[in-house]
């Protein structure tokens, strides 16, 4: 069975960073492109970022570009997201999800809720 | 930069058929934006339930259809049921590794 757990979310104060991670389970990691998803509360979603299966390509929203970092370990089968210089605006559930085919999104996790504010 | 659009609410009837659609607030879409579509019902993490035009993820039931109409990619329920009410979103691949969501679409039955 498919299944990506996040984990890391919290609370921050604006400027602050912050770091999550997404463990997978029951495919072959490596050979994913993996992606960033996120939920204001009350809002629709938006997609973040992405990451190639090898690690070697990544694309970030503009929203989040120059501030948020996706990185993967494919040994421990881990997906990361770095996230400096946050804004009241990131808050929101962040949602990890294997990518699917023909550039959709696969399999989603339960999210996890990052909070900005003083 | 260009936004894409979906009907904010829709409402449609039990054992009714309803079309949401996926527009560009520039330019048409096509098969080469790859549409997907994605069903959350309150609460729930997103399910997918389309991808590329047309094709149904596995488990997602046949009322369920996927296509272009005229500009736009177009999701049609036949015989919608009551558990299908939720919130769906297209996803549109926009080149250069890019994806963009749509405003998505509150969907009720009744």
């Known amino acids: 069975e498919v299944q990506v757990v996040e984990s890391g979310g919290g609370l921050v104060h604006p400027g602050g960073s912050l770091r999550l991670s997404c463990t997978a389970s029951?495919?072959?990691?490596?050979?994913?492109?993996m992606h960033w998803v996120r939920q204001a509360p009350g809002k629709g979603l938006v997609w973040v970022s992405h990451i190639d299966g090898d690690g070697s390509g990544t694309t970030y929203a503009d929203s989040v570009k120059g501030r948020f970092t996706v990185s993967r370990d494919n040994v421990k089968n881990t997906l990361y997201l770095q996230m400096n210089s946050l804004r009241v605006e990131d808050t929101a559930v962040y949602f990890c999800?294997?990518?699917?085919?023909?550039?959709?999104?696969?399999?989603w996790g339960q999210g996890t809720l990052v909070t900005v504010s003083s | 930069q260009t936004v894409v659009t979906q009907e904010p609410s829709f409402s449609v009837s039990p054992g009714g058929t309803v079309t949401l659609t996926c527009g560009l607030s520039?330019?048409?879409?096509?098969?080469?934006?790859?549409p997907s579509w994605y069903q959350q019902a309150p609460g729930q993490s997103p399910r997918t339930l389309i991808y590329?035009?047309?094709t149904r993820s596995s488990g997602v039931p046949d009322r369920f259809s996927g296509s272009i109409l005229g500009n736009k990619a177009a999701l049609t329920i036949t015989g919608a049921q009551a558990e299908d009410e939720s919130d769906y979103y297209c996803l549109l691949y926009m080149g250069s590794d890019i994806l963009v969501f749509g405003r998505g679409t509150k969907l009720t039955v009744l």
């Open positions: 590329n035009t047309n």
């Open positions: 520039s330019g048409s879409v096509s098969t080469t934006h790859y």
């Open positions: 029951g495919f072959t990691f490596n050979t994913y492109w």
């Open positions: 999800a294997s990518g699917g085919r023909a550039y959709s999104v696969g399999s």
